[in-house]
T-cell receptor, first 113, second 114 residues
Framework: GEDVEQSLFLSVREGDSSVINCTYTDSSSTYLYWYKQEPGAGLQLLTYIFSNMDMKQDQRLTVLLNKKDKHLSLRIADTQTGDSAIYFCAEKNYGGSQGNLIFGKGTKLSVKP | DTAVSQTPKYLVTQMGNDKSIKCEQNLGHDTMYWYKQDSKKFLKIMFSYNNKELIINETVPNRFSPKSPDKAHLNLHINSLELGDSAVYFC?????????????FGPGTRLTVL
């Protein structure tokens, strides 16, 4: 079945770049997503990438997609303390016809001043 | 204006009780979902539903049942609550496939079973 894997923790210093990695198994995925969850809050869509793209940039965020290796990454430039959160990689499940998301276990990003 | 809202935000109850969590979306979306986030922050789909089709994750116990009085609401009923049901439950909605990409999430309901 579909599976999405992420490392669970990442710690960086303020001002550095953060790179969060994700691998997925469903080669039919057409959209891949990054969601952010701050403590005690819901899920906020950060960005997404369509499977025919290799890269997408949005201000401090850069998403890289290697479809051959089924590898997705999120780079946050100039990481700030406000970026501390859990970041979830997700792919859309078309097998169930209604497109629910399959999430990775989330990467907890800690930003040290 | 809140796009996807859930009530209550917190729910504390005894084992064996029956409880409901309500979800409403004012986005005019056709499809709604319930996700469960456990204590380790793992998020799993429980149900997806539109006015035609209910898809249930086969790992969800039948003590959980979604009820949709209309297109804007998808409530979650839980019978005979167990300790392992303690989690944060998120409702989400999305427009028809092929239109927009985003699923909009509610703020979550933290359920604690004692």
């Amino acid at each position: 079945g579909e599976d999405v894997e992420q490392s669970l923790f990442l710690s960086v210093r303020e001002g550095d770049s953060s790179v969060i990695n994700c691998t997925y198994t469903d080669s039919s995925s057409t959209y891949l997503y990054w969601y952010k969850q701050e403590p005690g809050a819901g899920l906020q869509l950060l960005t997404y990438i369509f499977s025919n793209m290799d890269m997408k940039q949005d201000q401090r965020l850069t998403v890289l997609l290697n479809k051959k290796d089924k590898h997705l990454s999120l780079r946050i430039a100039d990481t700030q303390t406000g970026d501390s959160a859990i970041y979830f990689c997700a792919e859309k499940n078309y097998g169930g016809s209604q497109g629910n998301l399959i999430f990775g276990k989330g990467t907890k990003l800690s930003v040290k001043p | 204006d809140t796009a996807v809202s859930q009530t209550p935000k917190y729910l504390v109850t005894q084992m064996g009780n029956d409880k409901s969590i309500k979800c409403e979306q004012n986005l005019g979306h056709d499809t709604m979902y319930w996700y469960k986030q456990d204590s380790k922050k793992f998020l799993k789909i429980m149900f997806s539903y539109n006015n035609k089709e209910l898809i249930i994750n086969e790992t969800v116990p039948n003590r959980f049942s979604p009820k949709s009085p209309d297109k804007a609401h998808l409530n979650l009923h839980i019978n005979s609550l167990e300790l392992g049901d303690s989690a944060v439950y998120f409702c989400a909605s999305s427009p028809p496939s092929g239109t927009s990409l985003e699923q909009f999430f509610g703020p979550g309901t933290r359920l604690t079973v004692l």
